[in-house]
C-alpha cells in the first residue's frame, strides 16, 4: 500500500520537500521530530507584549 503524495505545490516547512499525508505538514518523521526538537528547546517563540515591570516603592 502506497500513501499518497499531497497536493502539488505544498512543501516541508523543515526541509522544503513534497508534504506527505502520513507526516503532514511535513515530508517525514525525521522532519517532524525535528519540529519537536525546535520547540522543546525553546528555538520558536510567540509574539506577545512586552511584560510590564511593577514599580518598586
Do not use: N, Q
Not at 1 to 8: Q, V
Not at 13 to 38: N, Q
Amino acid at each position: 500500500m502506497t500513501i499518497p503524495a499531497a497536493k502539488p505545490g505544498k512543501r516541508c516547512p523543515i526541509c522544503g520537500k513534497p508534504r506527505s499525508e502520513a507526516h503532514s505538514p511535513f515530508c517525514s518523521t525525521r522532519c517532524r521530530d525535528r519540529d519537536l526538537v525546535r520547540w522543546l528547546e525553546d528555538g520558536y517563540a510567540l509574539p506577545g507584549r512586552p511584560a510590564e515591570v511593577d514599580p518598586e516603592d
